[in-house]
């Protein structure tokens, strides 16, 4: 039963109300002669007493001494309540009452003010009891019409010597084999503070949640699971309140006792998990399934609640449970029912679905509580991996096939990525080797592209400095010395080629290919680049150091005639193209700058480190 505080809310079953506070019945006539002398005492007292207490309760309807005592341990609260303060005795929400204490052994009235002594509603509240506090005490009920009065008696007794419990205990009891539970009696403690906490121990060791124990309630109930023989014992809950600022504590002591299974006593068997995690707006089912032991005729009900609430049947509601479905087998009866969820409302988390099973042998309980289920990433996360290798794989092969473009644009873009070539000792760019003098139409397309195609498109468009031996040399020079001298002035040899050019071991182009190629392998002071004039249907007629470079970094072959990717032309290509023979396309005029030395505007720096070598 909850106790309420004020006329409106004030509720009691009496005289049958079994309380769960600090007050217990005494067991055994010893105590019921306490109760004739202490109400002896009291008609005594009442007729002898102090003026003040017969001039305000000598005329009340006299309820003697209640029969249940209150008990508490020095130095913790003890709380009294008025028992008639009854809604069989007056209306207790629509007519006016108040409630007086008086201290049965001086007759002074409790006004409050008293040290660690609260009155709460109809409640007289120790916040720290000692043994001068035991006694009787006095309350009075008036209306405008009637007076009701009653006493209560408050024993402080000292926990047992050597143990942490207190002498009198409540005795529960749990079943054994099913998951059953124990309840804190303090649940009035609860109604009158401001804030609370609950911590339970099991002969003095303080228990922690886990597989075995779980707390619901603010921690009132104990839930033990697959309660065994182990279990018995002496169980204490320590509540520790605040109330109006003043910081309490009282425990409560719990006997637990175990019963063995016997016939036909029910058995949970699910819900086993204490949790099921959901997503909002799904639906669920669960099964309650028990097991009735023995033979015969049973007479076992199998439920399910839901915020202290039975769950109807009806199927139009949201949540209802299914008809109860019944097996026979030689052990014993199954028993089930369904629980069904159609919608799950974010208001359902964290609370308890509880299957309980009653019958006259005993009660089994099960519950789970259902709770937000984590999102489910494995669609998101694959379709973001299966996004992203994807466009790894599409920017490999734009990469792959656009990478001279990509290179250039970067260079046009971010130019002060790449130091410049300004200040480092050379003058030329490339230093061209082309076939001479060989009389054949190839050989002069070929000196024709040299002389008038190769500077107008490289220098003319592009700006590079290119050295052509004969066109930049001073006439009566001598060539090796030249040839010498100029290499050390370039950053690139840029090595034309046919295959008519590669057989013939003397001429000018000769001794500059024998130069340039011994500055590429043996001194690594130049780079090379490739330009094939010609296909070779036999690339074994070249010779060793230019297969091994041919394969190495590859040839630029001019004699293609393929044309792809025109709408990517630059200014001025095709009219390039038509200088000569020559056919070549607006891809191989890309690759040969990309090939050629990077002009960079940033700062020269020794240390300076080049980010991208494109």
Request: hydrophobic fraction near 40%; glycine fraction near 6%.
């Amino acid at each position: 039963m909850e106790k309420q505080t004020s006329p409106v809310t004030a509720r009691f079953s009496f005289p049958k109300r079994r309380k769960e506070t600090r007050r217990r019945r005494s067991r055994g006539f010893g105590d019921m002669a306490v109760g004739f002398v202490a109400l002896w005492t009291l008609t005594w007292t009442i007729g002898v007493g102090a003026a003040s207490e017969n001039e305000t309760a000598g005329v009340c309807i006299d309820h003697g001494v209640a029969f249940e005592r209150v008990f508490a341990v020095p130095h913790e609260a003890a709380l009294l309540d008025c028992e008639p303060v009854k809604d069989y005795l007056f209306d207790l929400f629509n007519i006016p009452y108040n409630v007086t204490w008086f201290d049965q052994r001086t007759g002074l009235k409790f006004t409050g003010e008293e040290n660690h002594t609260v009155l709460h509603g109809s409640s007289l509240l120790f916040l720290n009891t000692y043994r001068e506090h035991q006694g009787h005490y006095l309350c009075v009920v008036r209306t405008p019409d009637q007076c009701y009065k009653q006493v209560r008696v408050l024993l402080v007794e000292d926990k047992v010597f050597g143990s942490c419990r207190s002498s009198r205990t409540a005795v529960q009891r749990m079943q054994s084999l099913v998951n059953d539970n124990l309840r804190c009696p303090l649940s009035d403690y609860t109604n009158i503070a401001d804030s609370y906490s609950i911590h339970w121990y099991k002969d003095c060791e303080s228990i922690q949640e886990g597989s075995k124990f779980h707390f619901t309630e603010n921690n009132l109930m104990l839930h033990v699971r697959k309660v065994s023989l182990d279990d018995v014992g002496f169980y204490t809950c320590r509540m520790t309140f605040n109330l109006t600022g003043v910081i309490s504590v009282v425990t409560e002591t719990i006997e637990c006792e175990i019963t063995e299974s016997i016939s036909k006593r029910p058995q949970m068997l699910e819900p086993t998990d204490n949790t099921m995690k959901v997503l909002a707006g799904s639906s669920i089912n669960m099964t309650c399934r028990v097991f009735l032991p023995g033979k015969g005729v049973h007479m076992t009900g199998v439920v399910w609640e839901f915020r202290g609430q039975y769950v109807l049947p009806n199927i139009s509601e949201r949540i209802h449970q299914g008809p109860l479905e019944e097996i026979q087998v030689d052990e014993g009866w199954w028993l089930e029912r369904s629980l069904f969820v159609s919608r799950v409302k974010p208001k359902d988390f964290n609370l308890t679905f509880t299957c309980r099973a009653l019958s006259h042998r005993g009660t089994a309980v099960g519950y789970f509580t259902l709770q937000p289920a984590d999102p489910d990433l494995r669609l998101p996360i694959g379709l973001l991996a299966t996004t992203m290798a994807l466009l790894f794989i599409m920017g490999l092969l734009l990469y792959r096939v656009f990478k001279v473009e990509l290179t250039l644009l970067f260079r046009t873009l971010f130019p002060f990525f790449y130091a410049s070539t300004d200040g480092d000792g050379k003058l030329y760019d490339a230093y061209v080797v082309y076939p001479r003098g060989q009389g054949d139409a190839l050989s002069e397309a070929v000196e024709t592209f040299v002389l008038k195609t190769l500077p107008q498109v490289l220098e003319g468009h592009f700006g590079y400095r290119l050295f052509i031996l004969g066109r930049d040399s001073l006439p009566g020079q001598a060539v090796a010395d030249v040839v010498d001298e100029t290499m050390n002035l370039c950053r690139r040899l840029m090595l034309l080629y046919t295959s008519s050019s590669l057989s013939r071991t003397d001429g000018t182009s000769w001794f500059e290919q024998q130069a340039g190629l011994h500055r590429v392998f043996m001194d690594d002071s130049i780079s090379v680049m490739l330009l094939e004039m010609e296909r070779l249907h036999d690339p074994s007629i070249l010779p060793e150091s230019l297969c091994v470079l041919r394969h190495k970094q590859g040839a630029l072959q001019a004699w293609k005639r393929r044309r792809r990717w025109m709408c990517m032309a630059e200014y001025g290509e095709e009219d390039q193209t038509s200088l000569s023979s020559f056919t070549l396309t607006a891809r191989f005029w890309r690759k040969v700058r990309y090939y050629m030395p990077v002009r960079g505007k940033a700062k020269r720096h020794s240390k300076r480190k080049i980010f991208l070598n494109l």
